[in-house]
């Protein structure tokens, strides 16, 4: 990212800090309804809540039931600081100081996202605690209409400072660092990315990973690098073992391809949607081989995702 940008970045990201900072949970990301943008998965919410550097901030609460949970600090840029991810095996509640379980990050001003996957049962939402006090949560309402209200703003931003750029018929590749600034993106999770050809229809093919207790979650997104909003998703609960997943702009069109609604699975883009993208999104409490990679060069992912690596059909 270029340091104009960078400093454009930050400098919105701080003044959107300091609107609802020290009010507890303030936004709720929820796509598609509430703050679509970063790229979301429609199975994952997250709640948001930012605070001073210099204030004594302590979190606790019940781990919801879901298949991944986590607080992650961010700073001004959207880069995550520190995190913890939450085991709810091991235990059933959770509390954390900042400063001591989560280091504080360099900027002044940063937030906290407390992130969900494929939540199963209603949950609280954890206490929030500054210099000693309570705060008073906001009405669910309130926290909705501030995550409608910011909506439109970061969306303008992230399409005036994003950095990753792609190609036409691009096979899935992983992003390196300084392309995803921005996208709050989650240090547990590692993204692959890929496009479609004019035609805007293409064919995914391959096997799900073997599901162990580290590996949490595998999906598909159809997105806008425009406006980083997603337009669809599927997670690994949908889809069989050895999947086949159509992408394209109209059901009518995948059909003409291929597409059989009694044996794959589709995924569209809107029609309005000027650079369609597809998101490959893998949750793994083990930061190993696709997380070491730091090459954007799609045959390094096939080589170690191997027989796990969704294979594309331009059609």
């Known amino acids: 990212m270029s340091f104009l940008r960078s400093v ?24 598609p309804t509430y703050l ?13 809540a930012s605070f001073r550097r210099n204030d004594d901030v302590f979190i606790k609460g019940t781990i919801p039931k879901a298949a991944y949970v986590s607080l992650v600090v961010y700073d001004t840029s959207g880069k995550p ?41 209603p949950f609280t939402y ?6 000693g006090s309570k705060i008073k949560p906001l009405y669910k309402s309130t926290i ?15 399409s005036k400072t994003l950095q990753l750029h792609i190609s036409s018929s691009q096979p899935f590749f992983k992003p390196i660092h300084s392309q995803t600034r921005g996208l709050f993106i989650n240090p547990d999770a590692v993204y692959l990315v890929a496009s479609p050809s004019v035609s805007r229809v293409l064919r995914i093919t391959g096997e799900l990973p073997a599901r162990t207790s580290s590996l949490c979650f595998v999906g598909f997104m159809s997105c806008n690098l ?12 949908h889809l069989p073992s050895t999947y086949r997943i159509y992408v394209s702009d109209s059901f009518e069109k995948a059909v003409t391809k291929g597409y059989d609604p009694n044996k794959d699975q589709l995924l569209l883009w809107k029609q309005t949607n000027s650079l369609p993208i597809v998101v490959y999104r893998e949750v793994n409490l083990e930061h190993k081989d696709l997380f070491l990679l730091e090459s954007d060069q799609w045959q390094e ?13 331009f059609l």
């Open 226 to 237: 425009t406006t980083t909003e997603t337009d669809d998703s599927i997670g690994w609960d």
């Open 126 to 131: 954890p206490s929030i605690f500054i210099n």
């Open 8 to 31: 454009f970045l930050k400098r919105f990201f701080s003044k959107l800090y300091q609107t609802y900072q020290n009010q507890g949970w303030a936004v709720i990301a929820k796509a």
């Open 36 to 48: 679509n943008v970063a790229l979301p998965d429609f199975s994952v919410q997250y709640l948001i």
């Open 301 to 313: 992912a096939k080589r170690i995702m191997k027989s796990s690596y969704p294979n594309i059909e």
């Open 144 to 158: 909705y209409a501030n995550s409608l209200q910011i909506s439109s703003q970061i969306v303008s931003i992230l």
């Open 81 to 121: 600081q520190s995190y913890r991810s939450l085991d709810r095996t091991r235990s059933l509640s959770f509390s954390m100081k900042m400063g001591t379980d989560l280091p504080y990050p360099p900027t002044k001003d940063y937030a906290i996202i407390f992130r969900i996957y494929q939540l199963q049962e």
